[in-house]
């Protein structure tokens, strides 16, 4: 499974931006799909999950009510609609694939990575 993501960029505060990530390769069905974001200096933490079907979500507590995990299968993407972004929300995001399609907040449980996108919220 190979994956690309794609949709940072710079934004103002309460502003919003779409990530997205899309597969592609032999095997890029049947997998859930996460979100991770790394600050300068910190450590990879998660930001949401989804199920192959779209039934199973998860999220952080940082980002519960303001960013929403969902995918177009047909579309072989996932998205990430953030709201109300926070200067604290700046990070590289990257998403990856479990293929047992768990869709846990544990970053060893994912088995393919795409290359991260930046985004960055001025305050």
């Known amino acids: 499974v190979q994956l690309q993501a794609s949709g940072g960029g710079l934004v103002q505060a309460g502003g919003s931006l779409k990530l997205s990530c899309t597969s592609s390769?032999?095997?890029?069905?049947?997998?859930?799909t996460g979100w991770f974001r790394q600050a300068p200096g910190k450590e990879r933490e998660f930001v949401a999950a989804?199920?192959?079907?779209?039934?199973?979500?998860s999220q952080a507590d940082s980002v519960k009510g303001r960013f929403t995990i969902s995918r177009d299968n047909a579309k072989k993407t996932v998205y990430l609609q953030m709201n109300s972004l926070k200067p604290e929300d700046t990070a590289v995001y990257y998403c990856a694939a479990d293929v047992l399609n768990r869709a846990t907040m544990d970053v060893r449980q994912y088995d393919y990575w795409g290359q991260g996108t930046l985004v960055t919220v001025s305050s």
């Open positions: 989804i199920s192959w079907s779209g039934t199973r979500t």
């Open positions: 390769g032999r095997t890029s069905s049947g997998y859930a």
